[in-house]
């Protein structure tokens, strides 16, 4: 699946993966206020094989395929022990 994706400008290190490009009518309407103006970041062919940074890639492609977006937060800092 080709997927755009689009950094907030208002959330450090979070992202909209979107399954269509400028395709914001599927983001809820308070996320999309909390999220700020996307800033279009990249585009790749995400398949369930390919290695993701942050996320899984098959729970991506399911968000995307259910909803049409995948909301990607930055990583929860692990308290020490």
Known sequence: MQ???YKSRRKPDTY???AR??????IPAPLKQVFG????????ELTP???LAQEDPESVLASLRERGFHLQ???Q???PL
């Open 3 to 5: 997927v755009y994706v």
């Open 16 to 18: 909209i993966y979107l």
């Open 21 to 26: 490009k400028d395709d914001f009518e599927v």
């Open 37 to 44: 103006t996307p800033e279009f970041t990249l585009e790749f």
């Open 49 to 51: 094989e390919r290695t």
């Open 73 to 75: 937060m930055p990583p």
């Open 77 to 79: 800092n692990e308290r």
